[in-house]
């Protein structure tokens, strides 16, 4: 159940008062109980979340939960209970300590009454204070009650200088605060929002926050140029409302899509070829052909390439201070030799990580596998040369790694694309095809396809089996997983219905 209501029931309202006044006194309890208010936008159809009674106490249930249970039961329990209870008190106070000549100012808080703080206080607060303890921040502090002329006793001077700071950046919790104060999304859409910002690769999670990727400021920039009517808070709050009032049948939609077409539209006219990132010349001057390199976005980010590619295929990696000056990477030598040129094998990285590639690149185009370990141990992963010839070129047949696991190709790839995939016995369907059904592999999983491929592009998921369908008598038949039976062999033809269980011995 997903909900933002903060509306409680009358009778768990009484049922908190009982436990307030027995576990903790009368004067906690307000003298009604507290009414909450919700945003314009919130959707009321279940209560605030809460014990279904809160007579069961964390303790009463360490028998039935777990670890993480039992302490998500505990902030719900003590959460809920501590908005029953009267408000804490505190006074606003400042301290001036002398000391000889010097004067020191306290700024802070002094408790006079507990209330709900007696049952629970946020965990930031609590390391606020802490921080507070060990010399950090000042603001906010909850002082101790002090009396005007009371000598006090020097625990540690701490020498400190403050400087402005930026605003902290957003955690999960506080970017969603910020949405809903600004009206944008909703309670079923934060969840969406939070996992696209990370998948796209827009932001990235340090210590809890989201810290902005070089990706996620480059498309920011570019989209509130090229769509300053659409890219800006109040647009987005206001068609959030249009789309309520659609769903409440008080506006017409067909209209509210029209004013957002047309403007739309415009933008997106304007931003045809205006939108992207033009090449920056550099004063680096290509080790190969000696123009001028030019600083270029790729898949991996920014580096600098030869301006005049495709004649000269230079490229570098850099870093970049501050100030905007270009350093060149150094490429990491291995001690490894190309096996083809007896060029240096260097790491590169590419859109799928890190590899190994010859230093001759692109006049040499070989590269290896790496494989990254816990501890940040990098290990080469050699290419191992089958007792094969391949049928196309006569060299040798060689293992290697690929993005979905291991296969079989020729060692005089690039020249030489031949790879040989694993067979089935089974001949493809096709009218006057004369291929066979391999296996072959794909970010998706296992399928099985012609091996005349791309003259034939029949392919399936299932596991072709050489077996005439006893039935209909199709060429084949296929072996299924199903959740229900197991796995079971059905007849390729969908009209025909054939299906035989397998037994789990044979399976």
Request: glycine share 8%.
């Amino acid at each position: 159940m997903r909900t933002d209501s903060t509306r409680i029931a009358a009778e768990a309202q009484e049922e908190a008062k009982k436990i307030i006044s027995e576990k903790y006194g009368k004067k906690y309890l307000p003298a009604e109980p507290p009414v909450y208010g919700g945003g314009k936008n919130i959707q009321d159809a279940h209560e605030a979340i809460r014990p279904t009674s809160v007579s069961r106490e964390v303790g009463d249930l360490k028998n039935y939960l777990n670890g993480d249970q039992l302490k998500m039961y505990q902030l719900i329990w003590q959460r809920f209970v501590a908005s029953q209870m009267k408000p804490a008190v505190m006074d606003s106070t400042v301290v001036d300590i002398t000391a000889g000549s010097c004067l020191f100012r306290a700024t802070g808080s002094v408790l006079k009454f507990e209330g709900f703080m007696k049952v629970y206080l946020e965990k930031k607060d609590e390391e606020k204070n802490e921080s507070e303890e060990n010399g950090g921040d000042k603001k906010d502090l909850i002082l101790p009650e002090l009396a005007v002329n009371e000598i006090l006793k020097l625990h540690k001077l701490l020498p400190e200088q403050h400087f402005t700071e930026p605003p902290p950046r957003y955690s999960e919790a506080t970017l969603i605060k910020e949405l809903e104060k600004k009206g944008i999304g909703r309670p079923s859409t934060y969840a969406t929002i939070m996992g696209k910002i990370q998948d796209r690769k827009y932001t990235i999670k340090e210590s809890g926050k989201f810290k902005p990727t070089e990706l996620g400021i480059i498309v920011t920039d570019m989209l509130v140029e090229g769509f300053p009517d659409i890219l800006n808070v109040e647009f987005t709050a206001n068609m959030e409302d249009k789309l309520d009032k659609i769903e409440d049948g008080k506006a017409d939609w067909v209209e509210t899509v029209r004013e957002f077409y047309v403007p739309f539209n415009n933008d997106l006219e304007n931003a045809q070829g205006k939108i992207g990132i033009k090449a920056e010349p550099t004063e680096i001057p290509c080790e190969k052909c000696g123009s001028m390199m030019v600083k270029k976005w790729g898949k991996n980010g920014f580096f600098l390439a030869c301006p005049k590619y495709p004649e000269c295929k230079s490229t570098k990696d850099f870093t970049e201070d501050e100030s905007g000056k270009i350093t060149l990477m150094e490429e990491k030598t291995t001690g490894e030799k190309c096996e083809k040129c007896s060029g240096n094998m260097v790491i590169k990285t590419g859109r799928y990580g890190r590899f190994l590639a010859c230093e001759k690149y692109p006049e040499c185009r070989n590269t290896r596998q790496i494989i990254e370990g816990e501890k940040g141990s990098i290990e080469f992963k050699e290419i191992k040369m089958l007792d094969e010839k391949c049928p196309e070129c006569g060299n040798s047949l060689a293992m290697r790694n690929g993005r979905y696991g291991t296969f079989v190709s020729c060692s005089g790839y690039p020249t030489c694309k031949f790879i040989k995939h694993k067979g089935t016995g089974v001949k493809c369907s096709q009218k006057g095809c004369d291929g066979e059904l391999v296996e072959r592999k794909s970010r998706k999983g296992i399928f099985y396809s012609c091996s005349n491929y791309p003259n034939c592009k029949f392919a399936i998921w299932d596991k072709p089996i050489d077996r005439n369908c006893p039935k209909c008598k199709a060429q084949f038949l296929v072996e299924k997983l199903s959740k229900k039976n197991g796995i079971v062999i059905k007849c390729i033809a969908k009209s025909c219905g054939y299906e035989e269980k397998v037994s789990e011995d044979v399976a």
